[in-house]
């Protein structure tokens, strides 16, 4: 089920992973690493708690929230909390949704070790801001997505509503983020 995600949502990744390898640059700055901190804080707090609500689905995937280490790193940073603009995210009517999106937000998570590093080498200064980013477990959390994803989707019609999810969560999400750079930027 993971590859059949890669592959049908593959037109949404380039767009979705930018974000995270401009912090891969030579010249990346402290703003621009808080920043990207604060989209992904944005996004990621609301869907949480709609996860948390979804019914049946806190027994399938566990705990997986990561929001507290995005607010602790911004936290580290002095970012101003109150420049941050959280997402509505209502619960999801079921638990195919859910995967759909919690697979949109997991995917960019593969590119956090090779943004820590070049994050870190260009501005130790932040290495104590990176808690986010050094996330030990991505891989696990990867493998595990997969193995639920296989066990829930086991009929077409299931599958192809996780499909649409992760479609939809794309869509918004990539829509926030080119709405917080317009912001970024007065426009």
């Known amino acids: 089920m993971l590859l059949r995600l890669e592959l049908e949502t593959h037109a949404y990744h380039r767009e979705a992973d930018e974000p995270w390898l401009e912090l891969v640059s030579p010249d990346v ?30 027994s399938l995937i566990g705990r997986r929230a990561r929001s507290r280490l995005l607010a602790q790193d911004l936290f580290a940073l002095d970012y101003p909390m109150g420049r941050i603009t959280p997402r509505l995210i209502a619960p999801f009517p079921g638990i195919s949704e859910a995967l759909g999106w ?12 090779m ?12 290495a104590s801001a990176t808690t986010y980013i050094s996330d030990t477990f991505t891989q696990v959390r990867w493998r595990d997505l997969g193995e639920i994803l296989d066990r829930v989707a086991r009929t077409q019609r299931v599958a192809d509503q996780v499909i649409h999810a992760a ?5 918004c999400m990539l829509d926030w983020y080119v709405g917080e750079q317009a912001l970024r930027r007065g426009a």
């Open 29 to 58: 700055t402290r703003a621009q690493y808080a920043d990207q901190l604060a989209r992904a804080y944005s996004i990621e707090a609301p869907l949480e708690a709609a996860l948390v609500y979804t019914p049946h689905l806190a």
């Open 115 to 126: 943004v820590r590093r070049n994050v870190v080498a260009r501005l130790p200064e932040v």
């Open 102 to 113: 919690l697979y949109a937000l997991e995917r960019s998570a593969r590119l956090f070790e």
């Open 167 to 171: 479609h939809d969560a794309f869509r």
